[in-house]
């Protein structure tokens, strides 16, 4: 899981562990890497290191993983092909490393890589509906158990909103940033 110290990678995390898989993360520093740890991964890398591939191999024994949640995509997606096992799954959540890509496609087939990409917004009223109706019947009891619980970095009022803004974009921050909205 590339980016897990932010608010989707947290949840990614803590969902992940709560269906029983090895988890894997990168991160760009050390501070966040630890944060990754805490909350469960079982492994935190730093994406700057050169021996991130065979870090990877290593804890894998040699097979690559079966699945990378990509919040990166742009420069990562040929180091995600290569980080995959054999019939390995890449799903791209995000854009943060760019939306274009010089893909290795002959590794793509070599390894039947099944590659997926998804984002919430552009989707359909009934693909919404049909997505919160999964979280209702898969994550909502996770929740209730405290199997899950996303991680909140800081709470901002809603005035604050630009502070919220900057801290987001700097990339300071581990997990989700809320707005305070009982102020209006």
């Known amino acids: 899981m ?24 990168t991160s760009g520093n050390e501070q966040k890497q630890q944060h990754c740890l805490k909350l469960g991964a079982d492994h935190a890398f730093d994406y700057h290191s050169p ?18 949640f990509d919040m990166a995509a742009g420069d990562f997606v040929n180091l995600n092909l290569k980080l995959l096992a054999e019939d ?6 995000s854009l943060k490393r760019g939306a274009k890509a010089n893909v290795d496609v002959f590794r793509l087939m070599a390894k039947r890589i099944v590659w997926t990409g998804s984002t919430l917004r552009p989707q359909s009223d009934s ?28 709470v901002f009022d809603i ?7 900057k801290l987001l974009e700097s990339g300071q921050h581990n997990g989700k940033i809320v707005l305070n ?4």
């Open 127 to 154: 693909a919404k509906a049909s997505i919160a109706k999964q979280l209702l019947q898969f994550v909502w009891p996770l929740l209730e158990q405290d199997k899950f619980r996303p991680h909140i970095h800081q």
């Open 2 to 25: 590339h980016g897990a110290s932010g608010g989707l990678g947290n949840c990614a995390i803590s969902l992940a562990k709560a269906f029983g898989a090895t988890v894997i993360t």
């Open 159 to 165: 005035t604050d909103v630009q502070k919220a803004h």
């Open 181 to 184: 909205m009982v102020s209006l």
């Open 88 to 93: 390995g799954r890449l799903v791209t959540v």
């Open 51 to 68: 021996e991130l591939l065979e870090q990877i191999k290593q804890v894998t024994n040699g097979k690559g993983v079966d699945l990378i």
